[in-house]
């Protein structure tokens, strides 16, 4: 029988990350702790008009753009940056590995629908999406003052078919139980350059994934990371007295501008159950302040706050240890 709906609970996604070369990882992830999902198929057509005719003369298809976005809790589970671009060797390739090493790396996406009578996403599945040769296009980790901490990916591709998921996953869903999730007590903020009455903190860099196409073929034989690629952290702080930041506006040669000063290390530690379970998302040393705003403590009430917007490049290296190193695989 056909499903009348599809819920949080009869659908999974799942990846298996693999090498430019196509050599994949030999087990597959079940992603835990995912929030949503989406999948956009754009079907690009160049429209073909002729001399006498104001009727359209055709409508010429190029290769299709898919786009798959993901949003999961940091749970002490394995993060979707590290489930995607691990390739041949899984979770290992990618924990505390730097972007140009893991560039090439793509992957299978899958998104597998369940029976809408299910409590669980196992069994016999009704319908699934399989998402070939996928590249991660975009990351974002979100450590909030209130709620659980976040992460989203954009994944992009080519090529998506339904009826093609894996009825390996079977039973990989269901019965799980999150193993630490992170609230504001469980993220250390001693590392980043503001850590008293920290609000909120946002890591995330957009590779900007661009298609090589060749003549004789349809689908693009390499979709690259654009070098340089920006990375950004967004410091939110209760304000007490100022931002603290001068701006000059005059120089010479002997004194050039510097209101931004050095570039300073940023990382944050997501703590796990134990002291041995952390992820650590480091964006190295050179990081420098590209804006501060100030606002609120209106009539409207509220308190006054500071954002602190720090800008750096081509350093996002994301580092699991203990449970974060784990994921259910399957055959």
Do not use: H
């Amino acid at each position: 029988m056909a499903n009348n709906r599809i819920f949080y609970a009869t659908q999974a996604v799942s990846f298996q990350p693999k090498d430019d070369d196509g050599t994949a990882f030999a087990n597959k992830y079940a992603a835990q702790g995912v929030q949503s999902v989406g999948l956009t198929t754009n079907f690009n057509l160049e429209q073909v008009f002729q001399l006498g005719q104001l009727e359209i003369y055709d409508q010429v298809e190029d290769v299709p753009e898919v786009e798959m976005t993901v949003n999961k809790n940091f749970d002490g589970t394995a993060p979707l940056y590290l489930l995607c671009m691990g390739g041949k060797l899984g979770i290992d390739g990618a924990s505390g590995k730097a972007l140009p090493a893991l560039a090439n790396n793509k992957l299978d996406a899958f998104l597998t629908v369940y029976p809408d009578t299910s409590s669980q996403a196992s069994g016999a599945y009704e319908a699934g999406a399989k998402m070939t040769d996928m590249y991660l296009s975009s990351v974002s980790f979100t450590f909030p003052v209130d709620g659980i901490a976040t992460e989203d990916v954009t994944l992009v591709g080519n090529s998506k078919t339904w009826g093609d998921s894996d009825p390996n996953f079977d039973g990989q869903y269901g019965d799980k139980t999150a193993k630490s999730v992170a609230q504001r007590y469980s993220i250390d903020v001693s590392s980043l350059p503001y850590s008293d009455r920290v609000q909120s903190v946002t890591m995330s860099t957009d590779l900007g994934r661009e298609a090589i196409n060749e003549l004789g073929t349809m689908k693009p034989y390499y979709r690259y990371v654009n070098f340089p690629v920006e990375v950004s952290c967004e410091i939110e702080i209760v304000a007490l007295d100022g931002d603290g930041v001068d701006a000059a506006d005059a120089a010479s040669c002997n004194n050039p501008l510097n209101n931004t000063g050095a570039g300073v290390p940023i990382s944050i530690v997501v703590c796990g159950a134990s002291s041995a379970d952390s992820l650590t998302v480091s964006l190295g040393s050179k990081n420098k302040v590209s804006s501060v705003n100030y606002s609120g403590g209106d009539t409207g009430g509220g308190n006054a706050s500071i954002t602190y917007s720090y800008q750096t490049f081509n350093d996002f290296v994301v580092t699991a240890a203990g449970t974060y190193e784990n994921c259910p695989e399957k055959s």
